[in-house]
């Protein structure tokens, strides 16, 4: 049974930093790309950053520069490193999955995802 557990979620100041964490068990995480979504009250989800099987990356272009994304296939868990925070990095922060194995390249796309998350949330304010 596929299972996730995110962590690293909270408040903090513009220009700080938070790492958010998910692992998941269940299946077979080297195989698999992984990313993190974002949604803001309102707003729509949001592809952040992905990685695939290999290790390459892709990030949207809010985010780039700022955000680092990383794996453990040891630990079957993503990380995603967020510094220089801006208000409008506000939103719930979801892991995902993708729905195939070996994607080439990952995509930012939620609907190239089969399993998602909890969320946790991340609120960036003075």
């Known amino acids: 049974q596929l299972q996730f557990v995110e962590s690293g979620g909270g408040l903090v100041q513009p220009g700080g930093s938070l790492r958010l964490s998910c692992g998941a068990s269940?299946?077979?995480?080297?195989?698999?790309?992984v990313a993190w979504f974002r949604q803001a009250p309102g707003k729509e989800r949001e592809g952040v950053s992905c990685?695939?099987?290999?290790?390459?990356?892709n990030y949207a272009d809010s985010v780039k520069g700022r955000f680092i994304i990383s794996r453990d296939n040891n630990k079957n868990s993503t990380y995603l490193e967020m510094n220089s925070l801006k208000s409008e990095d506000t939103a719930t922060y979801y892991c995902?999955?993708?729905?195939?194995?070996?994607?080439?390249?990952?995509?930012?796309?939620?609907?190239?995802?089969?399993?998602w998350g909890q969320g946790t949330q991340v609120t960036v304010s003075s």
């Open positions: 995902a999955v993708d729905k195939i194995r070996f994607r080439l390249r990952c995509e930012l796309a939620a609907e190239s995802y089969g399993a």
């Open positions: 269940g299946f077979d995480w080297a195989l698999y790309d």
């Open positions: 990685i695939n099987f290999g290790g390459r990356t």
